[in-house]
C-alpha cells in the first residue's frame, strides 16, 4: 500500500446497516471499484442485526408514545458500533439523517482526510435516541428530502469523500476542476462522432488550438452557470475576463428572450 511520511492514504470506512446486500453493486463498479482493488479505499459492513440478543435477532421495536413505524433497537446499534471501534479506534462516527449537517465539497474534503469514518445508517423510524447520543460525532445530511433509510445516503456521501482520496481519480483528472470546485459548473463535453443525426460538435474542438478550446470551456461554464445557478456566480472567483464574458452572456440571454408583445399572454389593455 502507498504511503506518506509513515501515514497510509487507505481511507478506511465501516457501515453499519441492516441491508449490507443494498451497497454490492455500487461499490464494486467503475471508480468506487478500482479504489478497492488499488488498496486506496477500504469498506466494511457492519450487519446491525447480527448483534441483536433477542432470540429471532430483531433489531426494531414499536416506539413509545406510539405512533406509526418502527424504531431500531439501540442494543444491537451499540454493539455493532463497539465492534466497528475495536477495528477503526479513530474513526469519526457519522449518522446520515434529515438534521444533520449539509453534505458539501468541503464536508466531503476534509472526511477523505480522517483516519477513518464508520457510517450509521437508520432504517424505518430512525435509531433510538440514547444510542445516538451515546455514539455518533455528527450527523450528516445529503440534501433536503427524506429517503427510506440512511443506505443511499451513505452511499452519496461515500463516493463523493473518495474523490479526494489522493490517486484515486487518475493523474489527468482533479477533483479541484470539476464543478463547484471552481465555483462554477462544468462545460459541455463531445465525443465521436463529429455529427450525429445532423447534430455537430463545435467546431472550435476539433481544430486542435488548445488557448481557443480553453477560452470557449471557460465561456461555457459561465454560460452554464448563469443559465441553472445563478447564485453561484456571487461567491465564484471570476477573473476581470470571466466578468466581460458574463456581461456579453447577459447581453445574449437578454437579445434571445422573447419581448412581452410576442408572447401569447400579452394583452394591450
Ligand atoms: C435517520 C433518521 C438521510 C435516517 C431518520 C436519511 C434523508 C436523509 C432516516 C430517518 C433519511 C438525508 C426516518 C427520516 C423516517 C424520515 C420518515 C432515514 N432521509 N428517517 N422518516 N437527507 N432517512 O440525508
Given at each position: 500500500m502507498r504511503t506518506v511520511s509513515g501515514r497510509s492514504l487507505c481511507l478506511k470506512i465501516n457501515i453499519l446497516t441492516l441491508f449490507p446486500e443494498m451497497f454490492s453493486g455500487v461499490f464494486s463498479a467503475s471508480i468506487l471499484g478500482r479504489a478497492r482493488e488499488q488498496g486506496l479505499l477500504d469498506v466494511a459492513f457492519t450487519d446491525i442485526r447480527s448483534f441483536s440478543e433477542h432470540k429471532h435477532k430483531n433489531a426494531d421495536d414499536y416506539p413509545f408514545g406510539g405512533g406509526a413505524g418502527m424504531v431500531m433497537l439501540a442494543q444491537p446499534v451499540l454493539d455493532a458500533m463497539a465492534a466497528a471501534r475495536e477495528a477503526l479506534p479513530g474513526a469519526r462516527r457519522i449518522y446520515l439523517g434529515p438534521r444533520g449537517r449539509r453534505l458539501t465539497t468541503e464536508v466531503a474534503r476534509s472526511l477523505a482526510r480522517e483516519e477513518g469514518l464508520i457510517l450509521l445508517c437508520g432504517h424505518y423510524e430512525g435509531v433510538d435516541q440514547r444510542a445516538l447520543d451515546a455514539c455518533i460525532d455528527e450527523e450528516i445530511s445529503i440534501g433536503d428530502y427524506i429517503l427510506t433509510g440512511g443506505e443511499l445516503a451513505a452511499m452519496v456521501l461515500t463516493d463523493a469523500v473518495c474523490r479526494f482520496i489522493p490517486g484515486v481519480l487518475g493523474s489527468e483528472e482533479s477533483p479541484e476542476e470539476e464543478s463547484f470546485s471552481d465555483g462554477l459548473l462544468e462545460y459541455p463535453q463531445y465525443?465521436?462522432?463529429?455529427?450525429?443525426?445532423?447534430?455537430?460538435?463545435?467546431?472550435?474542438?476539433?481544430?486542435?488550438?488548445?488557448?481557443?478550446?480553453?477560452?470557449?470551456?471557460?465561456?461555457?461554464?459561465?454560460?452554464?452557470?448563469?443559465?441553472?445557478?445563478?447564485?453561484?456566480?456571487?461567491?465564484?472567483?471570476?477573473?476581470?475576463?470571466?466578468?466581460?464574458?458574463?456581461?456579453?452572456?447577459?447581453?445574449?440571454?437578454?437579445?434571445?428572450?422573447?419581448?412581452?408583445e410576442d408572447s401569447p399572454c400579452f394583452s394591450e389593455s
Open positions: 465525443t465521436r462522432p463529429r455529427e450525429l443525426r445532423g447534430m455537430a460538435v463545435p467546431e472550435v474542438l476539433l481544430n486542435g488550438n488548445h488557448a481557443l478550446i480553453q477560452a470557449w470551456r471557460r465561456r461555457e461554464s459561465l454560460r452554464a452557470t448563469l443559465r441553472f445557478r445563478p447564485d453561484l456566480l456571487a461567491s465564484a472567483p471570476l477573473s476581470p475576463k470571466d466578468r466581460k464574458i458574463l456581461e456579453e452572456l447577459r447581453a445574449e440571454e437578454a437579445e434571445n428572450m422573447p419581448s412581452e
